[in-house]
């Protein structure tokens, strides 16, 4: 048997799905080639064995203690160095105010009436269950979802295997809560999506104001650790309440 | 290399755009929205695009100078021309933007201090495909099995050896977590590019790791 050389389309691909860079269409083509081309299998062995050698083995050089200071320091000097006109700092301030007073008001609003948080990532399931694909990474790997979100939000989210449980990771995808871009992981059951978003629960949201189902569609709402967290599902009630306490309980992070 | 056809059905686009996150409630509030950091100074900008990923841009800067002093500097100096270009920075990915950054510090930094150590790209493609070996029997052996018992010295070697360009892309996806969209921001190159250099990374890595057993 020859291996196929790194050149060959399929390798490529072989190496693209285990990233989770594949949509479902070309992942389920080359899933189907590694189930009958062993080379491919094999390819698919050696790179999961590496990324795990590196995830689990190889430590990560730690900053040196005082390169951010003095950054902030040399960045700083730049700044004294060239003053600007004070009319611009007058239009920003102008600008600043407009922004909070302006884009702001509606998300700071939010924070303080979970229903419209609510309403909003209803819609955002509502219309991922209508886009050809409800998440932007298709991966039922934990190690490939959360680091996805990595550079696309501040904080990744927490992400948990909840498989044996019967609720597969799907992938997730980035939903937008007024301004600020929000973590969505997407888990199935049988055959119900559950959208879960996390939205750092800057606001203090209260459980209790939280409304139980909007259009049909059930919430369960939580806070952990500063993190509000909404699952919303046509799910039954009680089987959202479920998952929304496995999720809390299980201890699998990455 | 992977045609262009491929990747247009092959990579997905990130739903992360206006279209994706317009809802009623929220296009009441999105008609004023341009740069939510329009408003800020220069400082404030880069204390929130640029110092978030200070650790990333110090890794990646120790993978490319291969010490911790040199790594420094570059990050520092890296620091700083991302400070005079912060306006420049029209939203996206901030991460990649700024490893774009810290990667042509240290290729410039490289090129003063270590000309010798620097080969293009097309030096190492030229060599790769004249030593290429298809046929390599070896398919399934227990590989994997082999590559676990690797210690993290012998990794951090075989990783360090790399062409710079395959090292370079198999720290970013591989070690950064960064998607092959970012890693095609931060150095350069179109995403067919990324793809094949990964997999051209890892085998190398695989067959040194193999070879050191």
Same mark, same amino acid.
């Given at each position: 048997?020859?291996?196929?050389?790194?050149?060959?389309?399929?390798?490529?691909? #072989?190496?693209?799905?285990?990233?989770?860079?594949?949509?479902?269409?070309?992942?389920?083509?080359?899933?189907?080639?590694?189930?009958?081309?062993?080379?491919?299998?094999?390819?698919?062995?050696?790179?999961?064995?590496?990324?795990?050698?590196?995830?689990?083995?190889?430590?990560? $050089?730690?900053?040196?203690?005082?390169? %951010?200071?003095?950054?902030?320091?040399?960045?700083?000097?730049?700044?004294?160095? %060239?003053?600007?006109?004070?009319?611009?700092?007058? !239009?920003?301030?102008?600008?600043?105010?407009?922004?909070?007073?302006?884009?702001?008001?509606?998300?700071?609003?939010?924070?303080?009436?979970?229903?419209? #948080?609510?309403?909003?990532?209803?819609?955002?399931?509502?219309? !991922?269950?209508?886009?050809?694909?409800?998440?932007?990474?298709?991966?039922?790997?934990?190690?490939?979802?959360?680091?996805?979100?990595?550079?696309?939000? @501040?904080?990744?989210?927490?992400?948990?295997?909840?498989?044996? $449980?019967?609720?597969?990771?799907?992938?997730?995808?980035?939903?937008?809560?007024?301004?600020?871009?929000?973590?969505?992981?997407?888990?199935?059951?049988?055959?119900?999506?559950?959208?879960?978003?996390? #939205?750092?629960?800057?606001?203090?949201?209260?459980?209790?104001?939280? @409304?139980?189902?909007?259009?049909?569609?059930?919430?369960?709402?939580?806070?952990?650790?500063?993190?509000?967290?909404?699952?919303?599902?046509?799910?039954?009630?009680?089987?959202? $309440?479920?998952?929304? %306490?496995?999720?809390?309980?299980?201890?699998? $992070?990455? | 290399? &992977?045609?262009?056809?491929?990747?247009?059905?092959?990579?997905?686009?990130?739903?992360?755009?206006?279209?994706?996150?317009?809802?009623?409630?929220?296009?009441?509030?999105?008609?004023?929205?341009?740069?939510?950091?329009?408003?800020?100074?220069?400082? /404030?900008?880069?204390?929130?695009?640029?110092?978030?990923?200070?650790?990333?841009?110090?890794?990646?800067?120790?993978?490319?100078?291969?010490?911790?002093?040199?790594?420094?500097?570059?990050?520092?100096?890296?620091?700083?021309?991302?400070?005079?270009? &912060?306006?420049?920075?029209?939203?996206?990915? /901030?991460?990649?933007?700024?490893?774009?950054?810290?990667?042509?510090?240290?290729?410039?930094?490289?090129?003063?201090?270590?000309?010798?150590?620097?080969?293009?790209?097309?030096?190492?493609?030229?060599?790769?495909?004249?030593?290429?070996?298809?046929?390599?029997?070896?398919?399934?052996?227990?590989? +994997?099995?082999?590559?676990?018992?690797?210690?993290?010295?012998?990794?951090?070697?075989?990783?360090?050896?790399?062409?710079?360009?395959?090292?370079?892309?198999?720290?970013?996806?591989?070690?950064?977590?960064?998607?092959?969209?970012?890693?095609?921001? +931060?150095?350069?190159?179109?995403?067919?590019?990324?793809?094949?250099?990964? /997999?051209?990374?890892?085998?190398?890595?695989?067959?040194?790791?193999?070879?050191?057993?």
């Amino acid at each position: 048997m020859t291996r196929p050389t790194s050149d060959d389309s399929s390798v490529l691909l #072989v190496h693209a799905y285990l990233d989770g860079e594949l949509d479902p269409a070309n992942a389920l083509g080359i899933t189907q080639q590694m189930d009958t081309v062993p080379a491919l299998a094999a390819e698919a062995e050696r790179i999961k064995a590496l990324q795990q050698l590196i995830r689990e083995r190889l430590p990560r $050089e730690e900053t040196p203690p005082g390169l %951010r200071a003095r950054i902030e320091t040399s960045v700083g000097g730049l700044r004294r160095e %060239r003053p600007r006109p004070s009319w611009r700092a007058l !239009a920003a301030s102008i600008a600043l105010t407009a922004m909070v007073t302006g884009t702001s008001t509606w998300f700071i609003a939010g924070s303080q009436q979970p229903t419209m #948080v609510a309403d909003s990532l209803v819609s955002d399931h509502i219309r !991922a269950l209508m886009a050809p694909e409800p998440v932007d990474v298709v991966s039922s790997d934990r190690h490939t979802v959360k680091p996805w979100f990595n550079g696309r939000i @501040p904080n990744s989210p927490r992400v948990v295997d909840l498989a044996r $449980e019967n609720f597969p990771l799907i992938g997730g995808r980035v939903d937008v809560l007024g301004q600020t871009p929000v973590s969505t992981l997407v888990y199935r059951h049988a055959k119900h999506l559950i959208s879960l978003t996390a #939205v750092p629960a800057e606001g203090g949201f209260k459980l209790d104001r939280s @409304p139980r189902s909007i259009n049909g569609y059930n919430v369960v709402h939580w806070v952990e650790n500063g993190v509000s967290y909404w699952a919303i599902s046509d799910l039954e009630a009680k089987e959202l $309440e479920d998952f929304a %306490r496995l999720f809390r309980t299980s201890q699998t $992070e990455l | 290399m &992977i045609g262009v056809g491929v990747m247009s059905v092959t990579y997905m686009q990130a739903r992360t755009g206006p279209t994706k996150s317009e809802s009623a409630t929220m296009r009441l509030v999105a008609s004023g929205a341009q740069d939510p950091m329009s408003g800020l100074d220069d400082n /404030a900008r880069f204390r929130s695009i640029v110092m978030p990923y200070i650790d990333e841009a110090y890794r990646l800067a120790h993978w490319l100078t291969g010490n911790r002093t040199d790594a420094e500097d570059v990050v520092q100096d890296a620091s700083l021309r991302a400070f005079r270009a &912060i306006r420049e920075f029209a939203g996206g990915n /901030a991460r990649a933007w700024l490893l774009s950054i810290v990667r042509n510090t240290a290729y410039s930094w490289l090129r003063k201090n270590r000309p010798t150590t620097v080969l293009t790209v097309e030096d190492i493609e030229a060599v790769e495909l004249a030593n290429a070996k298809p046929g390599d029997p070896t398919g399934e052996t227990p590989e +994997a099995a082999l590559i676990a018992k690797v210690d993290a010295g012998q990794l951090r070697a075989a990783i360090a050896a790399l062409p710079t360009p395959f090292r370079e892309t198999l720290v970013l996806r591989d070690i950064e977590g960064l998607d092959y969209r970012e890693i095609a921001e +931060a150095t350069d190159v179109p995403i067919g590019t990324v793809m094949s250099r990964l /997999a051209r990374a890892r085998r190398r890595l695989i067959a040194t790791l193999k070879e050191d057993r």
